[in-house]
């Protein structure tokens, strides 16, 4: 069963009630003897930029972030907004600003690409292919390699590039050849059982499609989810995936498949900044893990559009 995840407001604490508990998957391998318990936040579409109060949003969703009892945050990708089809003055300034917002979080930060953070891909922006800045490199310069893994607490985490760049300066969502020969290595070499939680930008597996208010005529579906999933959920059988974490579709979604939850983060900007999306408004997810379990609970900062654009079913 899939579905958006919609609660109601928690009184002080701007938590949304009830969280949604998830272990591992059915049909993995004997589980491992075990992990310590920790909680780290997944928070996931920041889009800062100037406007729209955007900046004084990741300001606001920052400093409750860095009050969270978390060991670490993942942000999911789509760091800014936009650095597809602007130019690169205008990208690196706010790719800049981003940084140095974030620093107020204080704790370590792991890095997911974003189609948004990717330089010049739209011919309106006037980039050349030659510049050294564009498409990824835009986002290495910043945070390094763009598919990754690390290890906390005995448990394995695996951070995907799901940002495909086509000949005709477009993206999709799409996991390389040589991220899934990596991506097999990397599985390969864990002790069997061992815990894994997965992060993706563009999401694996998805049901925003189907209900989604936006123009079916002219989605594109590719733009939407990963075309390559069924490869990745390949790789990815049998191992002991506590969950994969999501983002793009700024809702807040939970969809199991084969005993895994796809979970999909919300947005720090909700609609763009202009609101709530589908009835996720602007948050991040505090994550907690245990016993190979993972609990995630939604919370809002307070946050007021100045331009309300609210999208409802």
Excluded at 266 to 281: F, K
Aim: net charge negative; proline share 3%; glycine share 10%.
């Amino acid at each position: 069963m899939s579905g958006v995840s919609r609660r109601h407001l928690l009184g002080g604490t701007g938590a949304l009630a009830g969280v949604a508990a998830v272990s591992g998957a059915s049909n993995t391998r004997a589980a491992a003897s075990g992990h310590d318990a920790f909680t780290f936040v997944f928070m996931t579409d920041t889009h800062l930029q100037p406007e729209l109060d955007g900046l004084k949003g990741c300001q606001m969703a920052f400093r409750a972030i860095s009050n969270e009892k978390a060991d670490f945050v993942v942000q999911g990708g789509d760091h800014v907004f936009d650095a597809l089809g602007v130019s690169k003055e205008r990208a690196n300034k706010l790719i800049d600003l981003y940084e140095m917002t974030e620093q107020v979080i204080g704790k370590k930060i792991y890095h997911t690409i974003g189609n948004h953070d990717c330089f010049g891909v739209y011919p309106q922006s006037g980039a050349s292919l030659s510049d050294p800045e564009f498409g990824k490199n835009y986002f290495r310069r910043k945070y390094g390699q763009t598919y990754y893994s690390f290890e906390h607490k005995g448990v394995h985490f695996i951070v995907l590039d799901s940002i495909g760049l086509t000949d005709d300066r477009k993206y999709e969502g799409r996991y390389d050849a040589a991220q899934l020969a990596w991506l097999k290595i990397t599985l390969a070499a864990l002790p069997a059982g061992a815990p894994i939680i997965v992060v993706t930008h563009i999401p694996m597996v998805t049901a925003f499609g189907t209900y989604t208010d936006l123009d079916h005529t002219k989605l594109r579906p590719s733009a939407l989810c990963t075309v390559n999933t069924r490869e990745i959920l390949a790789l990815l059988h049998g191992h002991n995936i506590l969950a994969v974490l999501q983002g793009h579709t700024h809702v807040l979604e939970r969809v199991d498949l084969n005993g895994v939850p796809y979970i999909t983060g919300g947005a720090v900007c909700g609609n763009w900044w202009h609101g709530e999306h589908l009835g996720t408004p602007e948050g991040y997810m505090v994550v907690h893990v245990e016993n190979n379990v993972v609990r995630t609970e939604y919370r809002t900062y307070g946050f007021q559009t100045v331009s309300p654009n609210i999208t409802t079913f």
